[in-house]
């Protein structure tokens, strides 16, 4: 029980099973295989960081995460 009357005001925060908060060996070792890209994704801001791994890790397949980690490399080298 939260003991809140009727009408009472409640805040909830909600959290993703499974989706990481920091950067995965899995995702590290894909930036390194592509020259430049570590460096690149460790400048961006935390927030964008943050945004990538909620992209990449909400995937439902292999094949969907895969293509998200794709997608990432590509935006990272237009920004080099």
């Known amino acids: ?8 005001k409640v ?3 909600l959290f993703r ?10 995702l ?3 930036l390194l295989d592509d020259p430049g890209k570590l460096e690149l994704y460790l400048s961006l801001g ?3 960081q943050t945004r ?3 992209t990449i890790y909400s995937a439902t397949s ?3 995460k895969a293509e998200r980690i794709v ?6 080298g237009k920004k080099s």
């Open 71 to 76: 997608r990432l490399l590509e935006y990272l």
């Open 62 to 64: 292999e094949e969907q």
């Open 1 to 8: 029980q939260i003991k809140k009357g009727e009408g009472e």
């Open 17 to 26: 099973n499974g989706i990481p908060t920091q950067l995965t060996e899995e």
């Open 52 to 54: 990538w791994l909620e």
């Open 28 to 30: 590290r070792d894909c």
């Open 11 to 13: 805040i909830l925060q």
């Open 46 to 48: 935390s927030d964008e």
